[in-house]
């Protein structure tokens, strides 16, 4: 999900006291296993690039998008420029390993100053208390959720108040689609920006989706002697199962249903898995795989992503992340377009907004130095200068407007990710504690629906255990 780079993505407050030396047992004993070997295999953290110099002042500075990483090496030298003496260390570490390593890094005291964070991290690192409070630092104490698109800062907020985030980007849903295919199947743009779905038949979204569907004897899946069995060219691509958020697989279908993932906004304490209306639609939405519009469980793997499916050929429509849109346009040989997501049964379309931030730790070496960092990637200076990559969508106004134009010169239609903001159909990144344990059981849960066809009504049980792993930090 700006999972492989975003999970992010991609992309909404906690109300427990602070966290202080305080540690949960269970938290380190988790992340302790999931280090252990890291930790055998990589040394001190993994930093790879790091070979600061005693001579001078550094901030240390880690991210995973390594298509991000020119637009933050051109804030580094403005940043420099500014403050003489101080230099910024990047280092890029892919998401497979990103996690690990700074986990493994935070255990042995050797993390860096400044990370990119990602929401279901957050509550981990808050408990951990290797955080430092932002709104308590002389250089980010006045960073207001106002400076940032609708949501955004609000989110990085924890449970006691504190601002542990500062906004970088944002990133929505929509859909990615291959032109050619849609012209020969006579569905118009217009069209496709105008789809509706329900979990009863699928409405004009599964119709669609049918017809983009084709066997390997030419026949579409809205044709007589259409062969379910042998597909050449799915209507849909796989993403596999989406775990717990679904973020670029289920959950504009989810979300347009009305349904929400926990009972609060943010730090809820009880997920609605067992719900009949989340229990409908992921019935419906893996049902599509059953009639051979959806592309199979199995097709999918970390070398054959929704954007290879669709670049190469075998999927015409993928739902992924604004942070995919420059990969999808630069596929050679595809000519693609972006369409919204479907209205669902609530009469709306909704898409998930989901938000990273930059977090300070709290043994920074130069903790001057590092919170004037934090500040200037927060700034507009730096935000303008990352737009114009036109990568991602930066967190401040001004820094979207710079993506906006950068993505229009590229000859990127990216209308399907900004309607919603301006429209406010979107929702956030579900954001609780135990982030981690719930992904843990929701990932098999929700891949034994769609490869083995497991009853939707096993979620039930599943969403029992997730709410127990909830209940003992009552």
């Known amino acids: 999900s700006h999972a492989g780079s975003h999970v992010r993505s991609h992309a909404g407050p906690h109300v427990r006291s602070h966290a202080g030396p305080h540690v949960r047992s269970h938290v380190v004993a988790a992340l302790a296993g ?16 790091s070979s600061a110099s005693s001579s001078s002042r550094t901030v240390t500075y880690w991210l995973w998008d390594a298509n991000q990483l020119p637009g933050y090496q051109a804030c580094a030298k403005a940043f420099e420029e500014r403050n003489p003496g101080v230099k910024v260390e990047i280092t890029q570490l892919g998401w497979e390993n990103y996690w690990t390593k700074l986990t493994a890094s935070m255990i042995a005291g050797t993390e860096p100053d400044v990370f990119t964070d990602h929401i279901t991290k957050f509550a981990q690192f808050v408990d951990l208390d290797v955080l430092a409070p932002l709104d308590e630092l002389p250089a980010t104490a006045g960073i207001k959720d106002s400076d940032y698109q609708a949501g ?4 990085w907020k924890g449970q006691d108040g504190h601002r542990y985030g500062a906004p970088k980007d944002w990133d929505t849903i929509a859909m990615f689609y291959n032109k050619k295919m849609t012209d020969s199947a006579g569905i118009s743009a217009d069209t496709l920006n105008s789809l509706a779905w329900n979990p ?17 004897k030419g026949r579409r899946g809205d044709e007589p002697g259409f062969d379910k069995n042998d597909v050449k060219i799915y209507g849909l691509a796989t993403n596999d199962a989406g775990e717990a958020d679904g973020q670029t697989q289920w959950s504009a279908f989810t979300g347009s249903a009305g349904w929400k993932y926990t009972d609060q906004k943010a730090w809820g304490r009880h997920y609605n898995y067992d719900q009949k209306s989340f229990q409908s639609t992921i019935d419906w939405y893996f049902g599509l795989a059953e009639k051979g519009y959806l592309a199979p469980f199995k097709n999918f793997s970390q070398s054959n992503g929704p954007e290879v499916q669709v670049g190469s050929g075998s999927a015409a429509i993928a739902l992924h992340g604004s942070w995919m849109a420059k990969t999808f346009y630069g596929m050679k040989g595809l000519d693609a377009g972006t369409a919204l997501t479907p209205v669902g049964p609530s009469g709306k379309r909704a898409t998930m907004m989901n938000g990273l931030a930059d977090s300070l730790t709290k043994r920074a070496a130069d903790k001057p130095a590092a919170q004037k960092w934090v500040a200037y990637l927060a700034s507009d200076a730096c935000q303008t200068t990352v737009g114009k990559q036109g990568v991602v969508f930066p967190a401040t106004e001004a820094g979207t407007a710079a993506a906006i134009a950068a993505y229009e010169k590229d000859g990127i239609d990216v209308t399907a990710f900004t309607k919603p903001v301006a ?5 956030p990144f579900p ?11 929701m990932k098999p849960a929700m891949q034994d629906v769609y490869a083995n066809g497991r009853p939707v009504g096993s ?4 969403n029992r255990q997730i709410n127990l792993i909830l209940s003992q930090g009552d």
């Open 431 to 441: 954001i609780t504690d135990y982030a981690a344990d719930v992904a843990a059981l």
């Open 459 to 462: 979620l039930t049980t599943t």
């Open 34 to 49: 999931t280090v252990a070997l890291s930790l055998l295999t990589a040394g001190c953290g993994g930093q790879g690039s």
């Open 200 to 216: 009863q038949d699928g409405g004009t979204f599964e119709k669609a989706i049918a017809r983009l569907t084709v066997d390997s």
């Open 423 to 427: 429209d406010g159909t979107t929702f």
């Open 152 to 155: 955004l800062a609000a989110s």
